[in-house]
């Protein structure tokens, strides 16, 4: 008799079951949980964070007695806007079919650059083209290219990532761009160049027999890079960053003063407009590479933190995003785009308070540059669609 209850509770529980099933199954037809998303968080702070960068670059360039700055910022922030909403809406999947002519065109303007280029002889890159009173930065642009080119290379070999001969081709992916770029030469954005590298192959799972030896190899060849491959002002650069005091009027005059600008901001900051490092020109490069000094002395701890943490929160939505992308290319993507973001809030944050060398990379979506902002726009939308396009899925399949 007790076998025969037992029997029949698990047999309605089956069937209990079974319904449930049914009724949810034909509620998810109707109502899927996923289905064409507009991410109105990362729009949001994206907007947001760029607005605040206009702001910051009026107050930077304020003492210049010139808008021309502003102007190009706002008109980039639009461009860029409208760029990432139609981003958002065409389905990134079909960049499949482009990843060669994508990948040939960033090879050609990094070649371009070599050749007609401009730039700094004596503290910079060459790595800006000029047309006219327009600047464009092949190289931002090629960050781009390179996330759309080689998650799709990425994606087709994952099963095979730890075959040497895919391996290596992965490597040659990234390897001609990356000297490309070195005869700029270029060190910050190479170095952007072989984080997002080295992140997706972590998110494609790299065995760790290739992960360690790379890095122990990375650190033995230092010494060796530093004599052999930097040329003299990236060495200078280094020898600065270790010890500013070893140049303060010339190569270590704008860290010294960076940090000098950060420190005076104190916890509320000096106010809007009133930075004194800022107001009386002490402050190079105010407006591009450290603006986020600029930021931090008029808005303080506070402000300084909580600029940090918007775009830290930008940058961890765009993992999110990777982490529930409905295939492999989607979701290197959305993984790339994020360790670019995350190399340059960590590197530009850093060197403005003398924790990583001067290498020129910008703060995303708050230094001056239109190549930079749309490239940043571009990116996010790139992330927006990748969120937007993913499959419907059921509630069974999501929780």
């Not at 020129?360 to 708050?366: A, C, K």
Request: charged share 10%; proline share 4%.
């Amino acid at each position: 008799m007790l076998n025969e209850n037992i029997c029949s509770i698990i047999a309605l529980l089956v069937l209990t079951k079974g319904l449930i099933k049914i009724a949810v199954s034909k509620h998810i037809r109707q109502k899927p949980v996923i289905s064409q998303h507009f991410n109105i968080l990362i729009f949001t702070l994206t907007v947001l964070l760029s607005i605040f960068g206009i702001i910051a670059v009026y107050s930077a360039t304020r003492s210049l007695g010139t808008h021309t700055q502003v102007i190009v910022q706002s008109a980039s922030m639009i461009l860029g806007t409208a760029l990432l909403i139609a981003v958002c809406f065409f389905d990134y999947e079909q960049f499949k079919g482009l990843v060669k002519p994508i990948y040939g065109f960033a090879i050609a303007i990094l070649i371009l650059v070599l050749l007609v280029g401009v730039g700094t002889n004596s503290w910079g890159a060459k790595s800006w083209i000029r047309v006219g009173a327009i600047g464009i930065q092949p190289s931002e642009l090629a960050k781009v290219c390179f996330i759309l080119t080689f998650a799709y290379h990425l994606s087709e070999v994952t099963d095979e990532i730890n075959n040497p001969l895919k391996l290596l081709g992965l490597i040659a992916h990234m390897g001609v761009i990356i000297l490309l770029i070195m005869l700029q030469p270029d060190l910050g954005s190479v170095l952007v160049f072989v984080f997002m590298f080295a992140v997706l192959l972590f998110f494609a799972k790299l065995s760790y027999k290739y992960i360690i030896p790379i890095m122990c190899l990375a650190i033995a060849s230092v010494p060796f890079a530093y004599k052999y491959i930097l040329s003299d002002y990236q060495q200078q650069r280094i020898n600065v960053f270790l010890n500013p005091d070893l140049d303060p009027l010339n190569r270590g005059y704008n860290v010294i003063q960076s940090k000098l600008a950060v420190g005076s901001g104190e916890v509320w900051g000096e106010g809007y407009l009133n930075g004194i490092q800022n107001r009386m020109g002490y402050l190079p490069a105010k407006y591009t590479d450290f603006i986020f000094s600029t930021v931090a002395e008029e808005w303080g701890f506070i402000g300084a933190i909580i600029l940090v943490a918007a775009l830290f929160l930008l940058v961890y939505k765009c993992f999110k995003v990777a982490q529930r992308a409905d295939n492999l290319y989607g979701k290197y993507i959305a993984a790339g785009v994020g360790a670019m973001f995350l190399f340059h809030l960590f590197e530009n944050v850093g060197m403005c308070i003398g924790l990583t060398p001067v290498t020129g990379i910008p703060l995303p979506f708050i230094s001056y540059g239109g190549s930079s902002l749309i490239t940043n726009m571009l990116a996010i939308g790139l992330v927006m669609s990748v969120d937007y396009h993913n499959k419907p899925r059921s509630t069974i399949e999501v929780y």
